[in-house]
């Protein structure tokens, strides 16, 4: 049982909710982080990003600059809320019974990082099948235009899976991959503090760089995907993830140890 249930607000999505997010591929929660969440999630992340990370380099890779992997080994607080918070049931209710964790990572764009992110879907990197995974986002600050905030395309899920050819060498330089969409179709994702964002893995969305002269603009990054999902990309195998909810039919996902 988590030790911070207190953090986060528990509740189930609606018959209505649902139905918005097979229409739609998305939802926002509000206000998921309690008053008292938001500051503990505030300050785990940062004293964890702080001790990897250095101010904004335009020299440097995105993945330098906006990411920090498995954010979940060194917060407590964020292991509790990605293995027992809300949103697993809410995972549940989208996907099906049996649920992994299947990525943790923060994805800050810092005042000064100005670069921005093109059209993307989730499960362009590193696809998973069956193709129900779920991208979660968030909000540790409030997020909109001026310090760049998501946009995405509704409904734009129903279109499936794009395929882009990369050459090996921007498979090992691990590139954007980056994909055509009609920017009059989409919608900014602003939030407050504390909120969540979901969305289908196959979401086109996109942010702009964070134009603020002083605000940062800090998303935890939680995806959730079948039990039983395996990596397209990596002769199918297995991914790896903690069991958060059900079974799995893969040895591997009952055994895999989520301190390594």
């Not at 992994?100 to 993307?120: I, R, V």
Request: glycine residues 6%.
């Amino acid at each position: 049982m988590s030790l911070h249930r207190n953090f986060f607000n528990y509740r189930d999505l609606t018959s209505e909710e649902l139905a918005i997010f097979k229409e739609n591929g998305y939802l926002v929660i509000k206000n998921i982080l309690t008053a008292e969440g938001l500051d503990q999630m505030r300050r785990e992340c940062m004293t964890a990003w702080n001790a990897e990370k250095q101010a904004f380099d335009p020299a440097k890779s995105w993945l330098q600059n906006s990411l920090l992997v498995n954010i979940h080994h060194q917060a407590p607080a964020v292991r509790d809320y990605y293995f027992e918070g809300p949103l697993v049931d809410m995972a549940a209710q989208i996907i099906g019974p049996n649920i992994k964790g299947a990525t943790s990572q923060l994805t800050f764009k810092m005042a000064g990082n100005t670069k921005p992110f093109g059209w993307h879907q989730d499960n362009g990197y590193g696809e998973l099948e069956p193709y129900n995974a779920l991208t979660t986002l968030t909000a540790l600050d409030d997020t909109d235009q001026g310090n760049g905030c998501l946009w995405l395309i509704p409904g734009s899920h129903a279109g499936g899976q794009i395929r882009v050819n990369q050459t090996e060498e921007e498979k090992q330089k691990k590139s954007e991959i980056i994909v055509e969409a009609d920017d009059s179709l989409a919608v900014p994702m602003e939030m407050r503090a504390g909120d969540a964002l979901i969305f289908n893995c196959w979401m086109l969305h996109k942010s702009d760089g964070n134009l603020s002269k002083d605000r940062d603009r800090r998303i935890l990054f939680l995806r959730y995907a079948d039990a039983d999902a395996v990596e397209v990309y990596n002769n199918r195998r297995p991914r790896l993830g903690r069991l958060v909810k059900g079974e799995t039919r893969f040895t591997e996902v009952k055994e895999f140890e989520t301190n390594i």
